[in-house]
């Protein structure tokens, strides 16, 4: 389950600090890739060498050195984690993480961090218990921090008491266990179609549409990130992936998308088809470039194959086909018809007449329509959120 997953490891200057090599060993072992953020102080307790070797990567430890890779490295660090673990957490970082203090490396990350963080404590018994320490714990996890502390049972057989740091091996089961459960859909398969197609009319010209692929790409991520293996089969866009449980196949034409997406049907357990499909294609094609005349050029345009239609056609039970409609006029009563004929279980709705909707947003608006008759209507959203949205009804169909 960890595998792939971007693990940020915060650690601050406790004695404990020398346990943490092994935490990213297990963690790389694992599959996820780590990197280490620490405080001055930690490096009396451990080698920058030994962190930077064992995790794979140079370890950040100045906001104004010379050779960070990035201006903002606390910034970039924070956009790049899936979470954020802090082990061993001094009093004194818990003071700085609750009082919105970022005066170095660790505690500047952590105020830009907005993922999911978990911190193991780690302290003389007597500083675990005063309040100022214990008030700020609280206020932590009102905030919502997780905290990795051992157990009653595993600090009674002759341990110095609370604010012991709890084991590698235990923050790696508690951290895999939390992953295992944010990732409802493993072993699930989804496909999805995104981008548009290009339908070639010379060497140098071609037939195609505004889609930039955005809203596929967020669906692929979406799905990746609840634990799918996801097949995206994508026009030509600049869009890259992130998640390594998508794979990734490039067309141009609506012909390879027709052949690759009927290829694997098969073996899914649902389809999203999100690209924009050219449904005409040039009947014939110059070999070279056509040059400007006096006259005028006339195209002879035929029918694509329906994707949809052919997927509608062969979709066995168990299997979810999940259709979209970009409308211009009569918005729903098209998106009903559309998901009658192609046997879709639930068609996803836009209109161009919606402001900040369609191609080329970063936001988009949707209704959803299924096949019991049910319209669902949502407000502007970005296309990440829309996505969840998607999901969400898609969740439902997986139960």
């Given amino acids: 389950m960890l595998k792939g997953k971007r693990i940020l490891l915060g650690i601050s200057g406790g004695i404990a600090a020398y346990k943490i090599p092994e935490l990213i060993r297990l963690f790389v072992k694992a599959g996820a890739e780590v990197q280490v953020v620490v405080t001055k102080n930690t490096l009396e307790f451990v080698t920058r060498l030994t962190l930077e070797t064992v995790s794979k990567h140079k370890i950040y430890v100045d906001p104004f050195a010379e050779v960070n890779t990035y201006l903002t490295e606390h910034i970039s660090l924070a956009d790049w984690g899936d979470l954020f673990i802090v082990a061993p957490a001094t009093a004194n970082i818990l003071g700085k993480f609750a009082g919105g203090i970022a005066d170095d490396a660790l505690s500047t990350t952590f105020l830009a961090f907005n993922k999911p963080v978990f911190i193991a404590p780690a302290m003389n018994c007597k500083m675990y218990a005063h309040p100022s320490v214990q008030k700020n714990m609280e206020y932590l996890r009102e905030i919502g921090v997780h905290f990795l502390e051992p157990t009653e049972g595993e600090l009674a057989c002759g341990d110095f008491g609370k604010g012991r740091m709890e084991e590698p091996a235990a923050i790696f089961k508690t951290l895999s266990d939390y992953i295992s459960e944010q990732r409802p859909w ?34 692929a991520e979406a799905c990746a990130e609840r634990g799918a293996e996801v097949l995206l089969i994508v026009g030509p866009v600049a869009l890259k992936t992130s998640c390594p449980n998508i794979r990734r196949v490039d067309v141009e034409s609506a012909v390879q998308m027709f052949e690759a997406a009927t290829a694997s049907f098969g073996e899914m357990d649902a389809a999203i088809l999100c690209a924009a499909v050219a ?37 066995k039970d168990g299997q979810v086909l999940v259709g979209f409609a970009l409308e211009t006029d009569q918005e729903e009563k098209n998106a009903k018809s559309k998901l009658e004929r192609k046997n879709l279980d639930f068609i996803v709705l836009n209109s161009l007449n919606d402001s900040g909707a369609g191609f080329r947003h970063e936001t988009n608006k949707i209704t959803i329509l299924n096949r019991e008759g049910y319209t669902f209507d949502f407000p502007l959203k970005t296309k990440k959120e829309v996505a969840e949205d998607i999901l969400n009804v898609l969740a439902e169909y997986f139960r």
């Fill in 186 to 219: 493993a072993g699930k398969k989804i496909m999805i179609t995104a981008g548009p197609t290009y339908e070639k009319i010379d060497p140098v010209r071609f037939i195609g549409n505004y889609s930039s692929g955005k809203m596929g790409f967020a669906l």
């Fill in 279 to 315: 449904d005409f294609t040039p009947a014939q094609t110059f070999e070279t470039k056509t040059k400007r005349g006096e006259d005028d050029l006339h195209l002879q345009l035929k029918p694509t194959k329906d994707i949809a239609a052919a997927l509608g056609e062969s979709k």
